[in-house]
C-alpha cells in the first residue's frame, strides 16, 4: 500500500530554518529547510553520511546547530535542551538504542511520563498528583498495547531481542504523547516481517493519538509504506522533497542515492 | 627591579616544582589516554618508589645510584606492567568499578608503607650533589637543577618518541583508536604496557626527586603527586606539551602566592593552605568552565548495564533479623558499645553514599568531607544554643548547598571527572578549611549529646544514644528505600544506565544528578554529626580525603544490590571489625584497598590474568623481526611461532 498522495496539512509542527551543523571542517548539514505538518510522517532519506540523524538530533537538541533555527509547535526552541524541548512536545527514538537494561518493559515506558512529569523539578521526583500512579499505568499498558508488546511488560529490557527493543522505544515515545516523534532508522536490525508490523504500528500510532512523524529511515519498502512526504538529503544539502512516490520516481534522487533500481515487485 | 629580584626565587623555585609536578601528570595523562584507565594511585605510586629508595639506600645500605637504579629500572616498570593488566582487567566494566580499583590500589600503598615504615613521617637524606650555583642573580641548588633537567628531559624524550619513532606513532595510535590499530597489525597490548611503564617511570622519579626536600610521607607525597591531576587538567587530560607547561605554571602560582600570602595575609590558616591546594583550585576551575565535550571521555565508560532487577524490595525477614541484632547489641557488648554506635552512625553516611554510587552511578570521593562538614557544623550549631534536634537537622541541610556547589558545575562531565572533582573538592576542605575556626579550629569542638529521656531511656547516655543513632540509620535506611522503590530511584536507575533516555523524555538529568548529591550530602552529615556524638567531640581526625577514599572502596566489597543492606554491611565492616580483630590499621586499609581491586577486577566475572599477554610478548617480537606477517590478533601467539 502506498500511501495517497494529497495536499499536505496546513499546519506546522516542526520546522528547520536554515539549519546547518558543523564537525571540525564538514558541514554535516548545510542550510536545510524541513517541515512536518500535523498528523503526517515525513521521511527523511539519503546516502550514509548525508546528515540524517545529525537533523533529527539537531530538532531533538543533543547537537548544537552552527546556524538556524529550529521551531517546535509554533515556538523557537533552536536554544532549548533536550529534556525541554521533551517536554514541550518532543518524542523520539534512536538508532542505537537508549534504554535501561536492567528496568522492566513497563519501567522503560514509564519512564516517558516520570521523566517528563519530574522534568527540571527534583521535588516532582517524590510528588506527584492524586491518582497519578493508576494513571500512568494506563498509560503505560495502552502504549503496550499499541505496539503489540503488552505481554513483555515485566520483562527486563537486557532480554529482549533487536526487534522488541525497536517496538520498546516505539512505545516509550508513543507513551509521552507528544504531538510530535522523531523516529531514527527504526527498521535497522528488523527482519521484512517485523518491518511490515512496525509500519503498521507506527500508522495506528498516528492514527490514534494523531502525532507527526519525522523519520530517518533507509528501508524504502518502510519509507513508502508509512511516508507521505519525503526529504533528500545528500552530503548535508537538501537534494529534492516531495510526495513519496514522486521523490523516487526522480532521477537525481536515483542518481545519488537509490542507484537503477526496479520498483519492488510488490509496489 | 627590587621588586622583580624579590620574586625571581621564587618562580626559579616554582618552575623547578612545577616541572616535576608537570613530569608525574604527564605520566598520568600518557596511561590514561592509552588504557582509558585513570590513574588515581599515580601519586602513591611515586610515594611507593619513594618508599622503595628508602628501605634499598638507608636500610639496606646500597648506594644512592644502584638504589636509583634498582628503583626506576626495575621497580617502577614492574608497577608498570602490574598496572597495565590491571587496566586490561578492567576494561569493559562498570565505569564506578574503574575509579574503584586504581582508589583501592592507592590505599593498598599507603596502607602497606604504614605497616611497614609507620605513620609518622621520616626524612630522606638528600642525595644527590649538594651546591648552589648563580643565575639571573638567584641562587639555584643543583638539586633543583637536576629535578628540572630530568624532567626537562623526561617529557622532551616522550615528545620525541612520539614524533619519531614507530613505537610512538603506535603510542598515539593507541590513543586514538585501540581498535584500529589492532586490525592494522601491531599489537595495542604491548603499547599499553609501553605506556603505563614510562607513566610509572616518570611517577617514580618525581617521588625520588620530591622525597628529601618533603620527608617520607604517603599522604604528603600522594597527595603532592596527586597535585598533576592540576597539570593534567591544563592539558585537558589529553595533550603531553601542554600539561607539562601546565605543571609548570601551577607550581609557579603555588610559590608566587606562598611568597604573596606570607607577606601580606601572614596568621591566617585558610590563605597559608592556597599554595598547597593551588593545583586543586585550577582542577576545580578548569572542570567547571571548560566546554564537556574538550574534555577525554574513556569510551563505553557509561556501561552500567548490570542485567539485574535493581528495584529493590523489602525482605522483612533480613530486616527483622538485623534489628533484633541491634537491638540487643547493649546486652552483650558493655565497654565498647561506642564502637556500635559509631557503626549506626556509619550506616547513614553509607546510605548516602550507596544511593549515589550505586544506584546512580556517580563516584564522591569527598564524603568524608561532607561528614566532617556535619561534625563541625553540630558542635557550632550546639554551641549557638540551638536544641540538639534542630542543630542535627541544622547540620545535616548545610551540606545542602555544599553538594550543589561542588556538583552543579562537574555533572555535566562523566562519571570520572566528578570523582575527580570531588578528590579535589575533599583535599581542598581538608587543607583550607578543616583548620579554620569554622569549621574545627585545628583543634577539639564539643559535641553534646541530647538532654531528653525518651521511654525511660536517657539518650545522653551510652545506652539510649545508640538507640537513638540506631533508630536515626533505621529511618535513614527507610527513606533510601523509598527513594528507591519511587519515581526518584527509578529516574536515577535510568540516568545511570542512558542518560539519552531520560533527557529525550524530558527529565533533566543534571537536576536528578543534582538532586542524589544533595541527599547523599546531606545523610553523610547527619551521619557525621551523630559520630561526633558518640566521642563528644569533633576534630579533622577521621575526616581525611583517605577516609573518603576507604568508604568507597568498603562500600564496593558488598555487591551492586540493595544499597540498605550493602550500606549496613560496610558500616559494621568498617567500624566494628578492627576493634575485634587488633591489627595495625594500615594492614586494615591495605586489606580494604586490595578487596576492592579484586571486587573491581571480579565484576564482569571476565578477568583473566593471562590474556592477551603471550600475545603482546612474543607475536610482537617476532613481528619486528619479521618473522611474522603483521596479523597478530586472529590466531593465539602459539601457533603463529609454530608456524
Known sequence: ?267 | MPAVNDYLPFVVSGVVAGSLLGLAAVGLVLSFRTSGLFNFAHGAIAAAGAYVFYELKEIRGLSWPLAALLVLAVFAPAMGLLLERMAAGLHGVRAVYRIVATVGLLLVVQGLAAVRFGPATIPLNPFLPQGTVKIAGTFVSYEQLIGFGIAVVGVLGLLALFRFTKTGLRMRAVVDNPQLLSYEGDNPTSVRRGAWVISSVFACATGLLLAPSLGLDTVVLALLVVQAFGAAAVGRFGSIGATFVGGIAIGVASTLSAKFIGEHLPNSPFWAGIPDVAPFLVLFALLVVTPARKFFDVPGSNRTATGRAVTPRLHWEAVLALAVVAMLVPVFVDTSLSVWTTAASLVVVFLGLGLMVWTSGQVSLAHAAFAAIGAAAMSQFLDAGLPWGLALAAAGLIAVPVAVAVALPTLRLSGLYLALATFAFAVLLQQLVYPTQAMFGGGFRAVARPEISLFGLDLAGDRGYYYLCLSMAALAAATVFGVQRARLGRLLQANAESADAVAANGGDTTTIRTAVFCIAGFLASIGGALASGVTLQASSRGYGYTVGLTWVAVLALFGSRATVIRATAAAYALAVMPTQIHLDPGWYTAIFGAAAVAASLLSDRQFDLTRGWDRGRVASRLRRREFLPPRPVARPARAEVRA
Not at chain 1, 546528515?51 to 547537537?63: D, E, I, P, S, Y
Not at chain 1, 522488541?164 to 515515545?173: D, F, G, H, S, Y
Not at chain 1, 523519520?215 to 537538501?238: N, S
Open chain 1, 1 to 267: 500500500m502506498s500511501a495517497p498522495i494529497e495536499a499536505r496539512p496546513e499546519q506546522r509542527v516542526l520546522a528547520t530554518r536554515g539549519l546547518t551543523v558543523r564537525f571540525g571542517g564538514t558541514r554535516a548539514v548545510d542550510a536545510l529547510d524541513l517541515e512536518v505538518r500535523s498528523r503526517e510522517i515525513v521521511g527523511l532519506i539519503g546516502p550514509n553520511g548525508a546528515g540524517k540523524t545529525t537533523t533529527l538530533n539537531a530538532c531533538a537538541g543533543t547537537v548544537r546547530p552552527a546556524a538556524g533555527h529550529v521551531e517546535l509547535l509554533g515556538v523557537d526552541v533552536s536554544s532549548w535542551t533536550p529534556a525541554h524541548r521533551a517536554r514541550h512536545g518532543l518524542g523520539r527514538t534512536f538508532q542505537r538504542f537508549a534504554l535501561c537494561d536492567s528496568l522492566a518493559v513497563a519501567e522503560n515506558v514509564g519512564l516517558a511520563v516520570e521523566a517528563r512529569h519530574a522534568g527540571g523539578r527534583p521535588w516532582k521526583c517524590f510528588l506527584a498528583p492524586r491518582g497519578a500512579r493508576t494513571a500512568q499505568a494506563a498509560r503505560v499498558r495502552d502504549a503496550l498495547e499499541m505496539c503489540g508488546i503488552a505481554d513483555l511488560a515485566g520483562r527486563r529490557v537486557g532480554s529482549l531481542s533487536t526487534g522488541q527493543r525497536r517496538l520498546v522505544e516505539l512505545a516509550r515515545a508513543a507513551c509521552g504523547r507528544s504531538p510530535v516523534l522523531l523516529l531514527d532508522e527504526p527498521s535497522s536490525g528488523l527482519d521484512p516481517a517485523e518491518t511490515d508490523a512496525f509500519a503498521r504500528i507506527v500508522r495506528n500510532i498516528v492514527a490514534d493519538t494523531g502525532a507527526s512523524v519525522l523519520v530517518v529511515e533507509h528501508d524504502m519498502t518502510l519509507v513508502r509504506e508509512i511516508c507521505a512526504y519525503l526529504y533528500v538529503l545528500d552530503f548535508g544539502v537538501h537534494l529534492c522533497e516531495g510526495p513519496t512516490e514522486a521523490v523516487l520516481r526522480d532521477d537525481r534522487v536515483r542518481q545519488a542515492y537509490l542507484g537503477n533500481v526496479e520498483e519492488p515487485a510488490h509496489a
